[in-house]
């Protein structure tokens, strides 16, 4: 048999950039922040859904979102508390994910020639582009729903809701951007459940579940809107 | 079992003819400061029953023959138990998941018979920052025993052994923690982690130890050192995507990952923080 005798030189290795933030603290910020943003995002479906009462209905909705609270809270007050919660909320999911990626970047500078995947879901691999893309959707979609900047009818939230998926190719946009949304999801509260340390072996099949649950009701819940205006059902 | 005058060979003679070709591509570096490649080399004569290590063995006997550089590679027991072999094998670590079903394990355990006659596989080292190239597919894991020394173990006094029955552990913690120990230390969890992460390791340790009487003592200090350690040694953070789980040679389940989770937690709170 033939052996084959490897000297290891010490002293060669040069030491890698630390990294300054635990690992683990990142995932803890980036988990409770999602869980924030997932929670938003729940009452912000039941929200939308109220489209369905016609147009009266829904912008009153809207109004009350602004007066919550009054009088006992000034003007829209509780409104802006929600905003600089969900705005501090994405911004440190954000700085967690950038970091967590540089990270991962400065651990493997070198890639495999062949690299095959046995156990990541779709979901698991998109998280970073994914996220990206969400970023750049909300954007788009505050500009289109919230601001009527890119709206065509800036009447009302109700007109607006019409302008915007009356027309297919903006009604194809929210779809692959709210699909991409549940995969994060999907993958997302899976994550968090772990990094929360609240999983284990006999939970794991049950948080799994869970996740796609409340990924599939959520992509369902938001594309019930865009399809009804399209369709002309909510007009 | 009676020996014919050839050997117990005789009994398998029809299986004798069946060698089998192999293109390997193998990944050529003579050290970590020098770039490496991806180098193609025939074997005509592979037997099916050879371990992938003994491939890599008569691949090395051919080199040397024609005068060449041995391909260097880690191994050890040859039983897969010691965690010194281990290279990607076609893009996966130790080759797992390359058959759905087929049962886990380490690179000396692979058999070349999970292959076919004429293939072509890609054999490269682990890769990443925390694992520097030696030389071909022999890497230093030596950041490994610096995260294992940061607290993966026990204090205890030296002198007589205790008596065993002195501290009762329930089977179900110490089945739990004994799944947890069968951690050989590999590497295949960074390899194959798209962070190159070391958590599954780190998690295997503090899991094992934490579960037992024990382990107690030190439980917060272990798990914030042993995180600590391990960011220091340049590995990539967990985002929980089971590549680690599914490339283990033993299994070490995502279970562990979310206590080491719960432990960090529990010690941040308890004001342990880690030595710098």
Aim: with cysteine.
């Amino acid at each position: 048999m033939l052996v084959v005798t490897v000297t290891t030189q010490s002293g060669q290795r040069r030491a890698p950039k630390a990294a300054k933030t635990s690992s683990v603290f990142k995932k803890v910020v980036m988990a409770v922040s999602g869980i924030i943003l997932v929670l938003y995002l729940i009452a912000h479906m039941i929200g939308n859904l109220k489209a369905f009462a016609g147009a009266e209905e829904f912008n009153h909705y809207s109004e009350w979102l602004r007066t919550i609270g009054n009088p006992a809270l000034p003007g829209a007050t509780a409104l802006w508390i929600i905003r600089i919660v969900l705005l501090v909320a994405v911004a440190a999911h954000i700085w967690a994910a950038v970091s967590l990626w540089r990270q991962a970047k400065r651990a493997r500078p070198q890639g495999y020639v062949t690299k095959k995947a046995n156990a990541q879901s779709y979901a698991s691999r998109t998280m970073r582009w994914g996220g990206v893309i969400i970023a750049a959707f909300v954007i788009w979609h505050l500009l289109d729903l919230t601001w009527g900047t890119v709206n065509s009818d800036d009447s009302s939230p109700f007109g607006r809701v019409i302008a915007s998926f009356s027309n297919p190719v903006s009604v194809a946009f929210y779809t692959i951007a709210v699909v991409l949304v549940g995969m994060h999801l999907r993958h997302g509260i899976w994550s968090a459940t772990q990094t929360l340390g609240q999983s284990n072996r006999r939970r794991e099949v049950t948080v799994n579940y869970a996740a796609t649950a409340i990924a599939t009701v959520l992509t369902l819940g938001f594309l019930l809107t865009p399809f009804a205006v399209l369709f002309g059902i909510i007009e | 079992m009676t020996m014919t005058e050839d050997g117990p060979r005789a009994a398998t003679a029809p299986h004798e003819e069946r060698t089998m070709r192999i293109t390997l591509r193998v990944w050529r570096q003579e050290n970590a400061a020098s770039p490496g490649k991806m180098v193609s080399y025939r074997l005509d004569d592979v037997s099916p029953d050879m371990s992938f290590l003994e491939m890599l063995d008569v691949l090395n006997e051919q080199l040397i023959m024609e005068g060449q550089d041995p391909v260097a590679f880690d191994h050890d027991c040859r039983e897969g138990i010691c965690g010194m072999c281990g290279v990607m094998i076609n893009g996966r670590a130790h080759g797992n998941g390359m058959h759905d079903g087929a049962v886990q394990t380490t690179t000396c355990q692979l058999h070349m018979r999970s292959f076919k006659d004429g293939d072509t596989i890609d054999v490269e080292p682990w890769r990443a920052t925390a694992f520097p190239v030696i030389k071909d597919l022999a890497v230093d894991r030596r950041a490994f025993d610096r995260i294992i020394q940061a607290g993966g173990y026990i204090s205890v006094p030296t002198g007589t052994a205790p008596e065993a029955h002195a501290t009762p552990v329930p089977k179900k913690d110490a089945d739990n923690a004994f799944d947890a120990a069968t951690c050989i230390g590999c590497g295949a969890c960074v390899a194959a982690c798209p962070n190159a992460s070391s958590m599954l390791f780190t998690a295997a340790k503090v899991t094992h130890l934490g579960l037992l009487p024990q382990g107690q003592p030190e439980r917060d200090d272990r798990v914030v050192n042993m995180v600590a350690q391990q960011d220091r040694e340049g590995f990539g953070g967990c985002t929980n995507i089971g590549e680690c789980s599914a490339a283990c040679p033993k299994g070490i389940s995502m279970e562990t990952i979310s206590r080491l989770n719960h432990d960090l937690l529990g010690a941040l709170r308890a004001g342990a923080r880690p030595k710098s």
